[in-house]
């Protein structure tokens, strides 16, 4: 997996978060909270600005950030092999480390960012959270099934179940929380199929029609 910085995106994340609130998460405040004179009139010159400012501790930032990707990289990789039934080793990723704490994945690159002031264990379990995305939705694309919002929550879901197994605990060192406050009512339902349908095209598919249901009716 490749880590690097990526300004660029920082500008288009910005613009397209700093007003984004998404499953309870205000995400423009966390960019304003984090950066209060960033503006949408000066938010080009606001990052260039910084980038160039702290460049020795960003540049420190990545470097450690790749030790947090050596800390997990076996045990994550065996663990999703194991689930899914495929080893997703020589998968190519890519990891931007972001100015902003909105961390969006990118499941056509299979890139993603990581909130710089995270800390150590924090940028593990983002690492792990966001690739084990990228295999969930890999494994639905073999199934047939489409994206959509029922599919992408299950994929939130999925994360607090399978990133909670003792093994990846032991690895990241880190609860896996959820994330989204609006899906706190479906976790619990979806946590009972896990333990009814240990196999994953099972757990998916039983999931989804239940995860459906609950989408139909609010």
């Known amino acids: 997996m490749k880590i690097q910085f990526n300004k ?4 288009e994340v910005y613009l397209a978060f700093c007003d984004a609130v998404v499953g309870g998460t205000d995400f423009g405040k966390k ?3 984090e950066h209060p004179d960033i503006t949408k009139e000066n938010y080009s010159d606001y990052i260039d600005s910084f980038y160039a400012s702290e460049k020795e501790m960003l ?8 030790k947090c990707f050596d800390e997990i990289k076996d045990t994550l990789f065996s663990e999703l092999q194991k689930y899914f039934s495929k080893d997703y080793r020589e998968e190519k990723y890519t990891c931007y480390l972001s100015i902003f704490d909105c961390n ?7 890139s993603f960012q990581v909130y710089y002031q995270r800390s150590h264990t924090m940028r593990k379990e983002v690492i792990a959270h966001e690739l084990t995305h990228f295999a969930f939705y890999d494994f639905c694309n073999e199934l047939g099934i489409k994206d959509s919002d029922a599919l992408w929550e299950l994929s939130e879901i999925f994360n607090v179940i399978f990133l909670n197994l003792p093994p990846l605990q ?3 060192g880190a609860e896996e929380l959820l994330f989204y406050p609006d899906l706190k009512d479906k976790l ?15 757990f998916i598919e039983a999931s989804l029609r239940r995860n459906l249901l609950f989408v139909h009716n609010e």
């Open 188 to 202: 619990e339902e979806i946590k009972q199929i896990w333990t009814k349908y240990p196999d994953a095209k099972y």
């Open 8 to 11: 660029q995106l920082d500008k």
């Open 59 to 66: 540049e420190n930032t990545l470097r450690d950030t790749e």
């Open 31 to 33: 960019i304003r909270d």
């Open 104 to 110: 969006p994945r990118y499941l056509e690159s299979k």
């Open 170 to 172: 032991e690895a990241i």
